[in-house]
C-alpha cells in the first residue's frame, strides 16, 4: 500500500520541485472526505485514490493530475461538491474532477445503455483535457488489481468484460501499451482463468527448457550491431498471456505453432539507427517473407511507432525483432502520457491532442446519434477493427477500419464531401461506391451540390461516423415525409366535415399533446402515433362526424396521392421520393443485376446494369449517377424483360424449338428481331418476359442444351 511520504518521494524522483502543498493538501482532504468508508476488501477507502495517484505517479505525471487522482472520488462518493474543490484548489483540478466523476442516474435502464452513457460523458470530457482519461484508466487498472475483494462472480466477470470492452481498447488507441496489456491479463484471470493458466505454465516450461537460449541470442545480436558500429540497447520480452490467447483463436493455432511468443527489442538513438539496424539484420539472416511491418514511415492510429521483422535468427529460430529509438519506446509505453509528463501541466489547449483523429470522430458521432445504444454500437465499430491505410490526390495518409469503402473515406475527410458524394476514382479507374478499400489505394472523391446520402449506403459502410450521418439523413427525410402525409391528412378530415383548415385550429391539439411545433402533429399523425379523427375531435369536441364509408380505401388513396406507392413489387432502393424512374433498353436489368441510376434531365433516372457498355458514354459526368439497388421482391414479382443475343441454324422447325424451350420454362417471348441472314446461320435479338436473373440464366442454360443453338448470350447493352 502506498502512503504519502511514499507518493510524494516517488514523485519527488522525476520532478524535485514539483508542488508538495498541493499533494499534501488533497491527500488530506480525500483523508477527511472519506473517513468512515471502506472498500469491499476492508481497506479504508482513501488508500485507492492514492494508490491510482501512484499509478500515474509511475506514469511521470505532473502534481495537477495527481492531485486530481487524489480527489476523484470525492464529488462522487462524500458530501464535497465541485465548487467545493475549485475553492480550496483551483478550477482546473475542478474541471478534472467533474470530468473524472460518474455522473449519477442514467436514464436508460439496460446495461448497454448505462455503458454507452457512461462512455458518452467519459469521451466528451476527454474532449477537453485528455488528463481525465489517463486518470479514470488508473483509477480502472487499481479497481482490476483488486477485484478479488469482490465477492460475487457474475459481478466481477461484468466488470471484466467491461474493462477488455472499454478501457483496454481506449488504453491501446492512446498508446499506453503498459496499462493496456496489464488490464487484459487482470481481466484475462476474471474471464478465462484456466486458459490464463495453461498458457502460464507453458510459458514457464519454455523458460526452464529454454534457459540460456534468450542470452545466447541477445549477445549474439549484440555482437553484431557492435560491428556494425552501433550503439543499441537489445532485451528479450515475453508475448503477453492475452496477447498469446487470442492469436491462438484468431489463427486457430495451437502454443507450439506460434512463432513470436518471445520478442527482441533493439534500441538506438536516431530514425537513422533503426534503419541501419534493419539493414544489418537482414543481411545477416533470412527475413521471413510477409512478416515485416514499418511502422516509423506509416505510424499506427495511436502514434505507436517501431520496424517489426521476423527472422530466422541465431540458432535457426524463428523470432521477431523490433527496432526503435528511445523516444519511441517511451511513446510505446506511455502513448499519450508521453507528451504530458510532469512538464505538461500547461493548459491542454498548447498540446498536440488532435493528432488523435479517431478521438474527434468519435466525438462527431455523439452530434448525429440519439440514443446511447446507437452510439454505443458505432464507437465500438470505431475501436475494435483493424486498419487499412490509403490516400487522397494530395498524398495524405487517412486510416479507415477494414473493409472500409469510398463512403466511408469521404466521410472520413469531411462529413460535408460525404454528404454529397456522387462516385469515386480508386487508383484513378471510378469504382462503385461498395467497392473495398485496400492497403495504398489512392481515392479521388466525386461530389455534386445536388446529392444527398442514399439509404442504402448503410447496408455497406462500416465507420461509425458515416452511418451515423447517414441514419440522420434518414430520420429527417423521414420526418418531412410523415409531416407531409400527416398535413394532407388532416386536413382531409377538416373538408369532409365541412370545415376550413387553418394551423390556427391546431392550437387546442398542441396544447392536449403538449407540443410546441406544429410540425410535430403533422409528423405524429403522418408515422400513425395520433389518429386522425382523435386530432380532430380535440379540436372540435362537440362535433358529431360521420365517419367516411371506406376509410381504408380513402387512406390508400391519399397515401398514394402524398408518397409514391412503394408496396408494389420490386421497388428500386435509393431514388429519392417522387422521382420519375424507367428501366435502359440498352441492357434490360432485372432482378438479382447490380445497378446504378443515370440522371436525366427531363427524363428522371434510368436503371442500367453496372456492366452495361452504355455506361462509358457518362464516365465524364459523374455528378449523374445515382448509388441504386433492388428493393425486397412483393408476393407476385413484376416481370421484367432480359434481352437475349442469339445465333440459331437456318434449319427447318429452328425457331419453333426456341420459342417451344422459351415457353416449358416459364418465359414469354415480348419481342423478337432478326439483324442477320445467312445461307447457314441467324443471328437474331430476343426479349423475353422473365422474374429475375435466375429465371433468365436458366432459359439460357436451357437454350445452349438444344441442338440447333449455336451461340446465346445475354445483351449488355451499347
Known amino acids: 500500500m502506498i502512503h504519502l511520504e511514499k507518493l510524494k518521494q516517488a514523485i519527488a524522483e522525476y520532478d524535485p520541485e514539483f508542488d508538495r502543498e498541493l499533494i499534501e493538501k488533497a491527500f488530506l482532504y480525500a483523508k477527511e472526505k472519506h473517513d468512515g468508508q471502506f472498500r469491499s476488501s476492508g481497506e479504508p477507502y482513501y488508500t485507492h485514490p492514492v494508490e491510482v495517484a501512484g499509478i500515474l505517479a509511475e506514469m511521470k505525471m505532473g502534481a495537477t493530475t495527481i492531485a486530481t487522482a487524489i480527489l476523484h472520488d470525492t464529488v462522487e462518493d462524500t458530501t464535497a461538491t465541485i465548487e467545493d474543490i475549485e475553492k480550496k484548489f483551483n478550477k482546473t483540478i475542478a474541471d478534472l474532477v467533474n470530468g473524472v466523476s460518474k455522473l449519477t442516474r442514467i436514464e436508460s435502464q439496460t446495461l448497454e445503455g448505462k455503458q454507452a452513457e457512461n462512455f458518452r460523458k467519459l469521451l466528451l470530457a476527454m474532449s477537453e483535457d485528455i488528463r481525465v482519461l489517463l486518470v479514470k484508466l488508473a483509477d480502472r487498472l487499481h479497481n482490476m488489481r483488486t477485484i478479488s475483494g469482490i465477492k460475487r462472480d457474475d459481478k466481477r466477470r461484468r466488470i471484466a468484460l467491461e474493462t477488455l470492452e472499454i478501457y483496454a ?12 496489456e496489464e488490464l487484459e491479463d487482470l481481466c484475462f484471470e476474471q474471464i478465462n482463468p484456466e486458459a490464463r493458466e495453461s498458457i502460464t505454465n507453458r510459458l514457464a516450461y519454455l523458460r526452464e527448457e529454454g534457459h540460456g537460449v534468450v542470452d545466447g541470442i541477445i549477445d549474439e545480436l549484440q555482437n553484431l550491431m557492435a560491428k556494425a558500429g552501433i550503439n543499441a540497447e537489445i532485451t528479450g520480452r515475453e508475448k503477453p498471456r492475452y496477447s498469446i490467447w487470442k492469436k491462438m483463436q484468431r489463427k486457430k493455432v495451437t502454443f507450439e505453432q506460434l512463432s513470436d511468443i518471445m520478442a527482441f527489442r533493439i534500441i538506438v538513438d536516431t530514425t537513422e539507427e533503426c534503419y541501419l539496424v534493419l539493414g544489418t539484420i ?55 502520457a508521453a507528451h504530458w509528463a510532469y512538464k505538461g501541466d500547461a493548459s491542454p489547449k498548447q498540446r498536440d491532442v488532435t493528432k488523435y483523429r479517431w478521438l474527434r470522430e468519435l ?18 465499430l470505431e475501436l475494435f477493427q483493424d486498419q487499412v491505410f490509403v490516400f487522397t490526390p494530395r498524398g495524405d495518409l ?19 464531401i460525404g454528404d454529397r458524394c456522387v462516385g469515386a476514382k480508386i487508383n484513378g479507374r471510378i469504382a462503385p461506391l461498395n467497392s473495398r478499400l485496400v492497403n495504398g489505394d489512392q481515392v479521388d472523391v466525386i461530389t455534386a451540390k445536388t446529392q444527398k446520402p442514399s439509404p442504402t449506403w448503410e447496408r455497406f459502410v462500416v465507420t461509425g461516423k458515416a452511418r451515423s450521418h447517414i441514419r440522420k439523413y434518414v430520420r429527417n427525410q423521414q420526418r418531412d415525409e410523415f409531416i407531409t402525409l400527416g398535413k394532407a391528412m388532416i386536413q382531409k378530415v377538416f373538408r369532409q366535415e365541412g370545415y376550413e383548415f387553418t394551423e390556427k385550429a391546431l392550437a387546442a391539439a398542441q396544447e392536449h399533446y403538449r407540443i410546441d411545433d406544429v410540425d410535430d402533429i403533422y409528423a405524429n399523425i403522418g408515422a400513425g402515433v395520433f389518429v386522425t379523427r382523435d386530432v380532430f375531435k380535440i379540436i372540435f369536441p362537440g362535433h358529431q362526424t360521420e365517419m367516411a364509408k371506406r376509410p381504408s380505401e380513402q387512406m390508400d388513396k391519399i397515401t398514394k396521392l402524398i408518397r409514391p406507392d412503394d408496396s408494389g413489387p420490386m421497388p428500386i432502393k435509393g431514388l429519392i421520393p417522387g422521382m420519375a424512374m424507367h428501366f435502359a433498353r440498352c441492357c434490360h436489368p432485372l432482378p438479382g443485376d447490380r445497378i446504378v441510376g443515370i440522371v436525366t434531365t427531363g427524363k428522371g433516372v434510368t436503371i442500367h446494369t453496372i456492366d452495361c457498355d452504355t455506361l462509358e458514354n457518362f464516365a465524364d459526368t459523374p455528378e449523374r449517377w445515382l448509388d441504386v439497388s433492388w428493393g425486397d421482391k412483393g408476393e407476385k414479382p413484376e416481370v421484367q424483360v432480359g434481352r437475349l443475343n442469339m445465333t440459331i441454324a437456318n434449319e427447318p422447325n429452328a425457331l419453333g424449338t426456341v420459342t417451344t424451350v422459351i415457353g416449358r420454362n416459364g418465359g414469354n417471348i415480348t419481342n423478337l428481331k432478326i439483324i442477320n441472314r445467312s445461307i447457314d446461320f441467324w443471328d437474331m435479338i430476343m426479349d423475353i418476359g422473365v422474374k429475375d436473373t435466375k429465371h433468365l440464366n436458366n432459359i439460357i442454360a436451357a437454350l445452349r442444351a438444344t441442338p440447333c443453338i449455336v451461340s446465346v448470350e445475354r445483351s449488355k447493352g451499347g
Open 398 to 416: 487517412i486510416e479507415l477500419p477494414n473493409g472500409a469503402t469510398p463512403i466511408d473515406f469521404a466521410y472520413a475527410i469531411h462529413s460535408d
Open 282 to 336: 537482414h543481411g545477416k539472416y533470412h527475413s521471413v517473407p510477409g512478416r515485416f511491418k514499418d511502422y516509423i514511415s506509416t505510424p499506427k492510429p495511436n502514434g505507436y511507432r517501431s520496424i517489426h521483422t521476423t527472422i530466422m535468427g541465431p540458432r535457426r529460430q524463428r523470432i521477431e525483432v523490433q527496432i526503435r529509438t528511445q523516444q519511441m519506446h517511451a511513446e510505446a509505453e506511455l502513448g499519450v
Open 363 to 380: 466525438l462527431d458521432i455523439l452530434e448525429q446519434e440519439q440514443k446511447p445504444e446507437d452510439f454505443w454500437e458505432n464507437t465500438k
Open 169 to 180: 481498447p481506449l488504453a491501446e488507441r492512446i498508446g499506453i501499451h503498459r496499462i493496456k
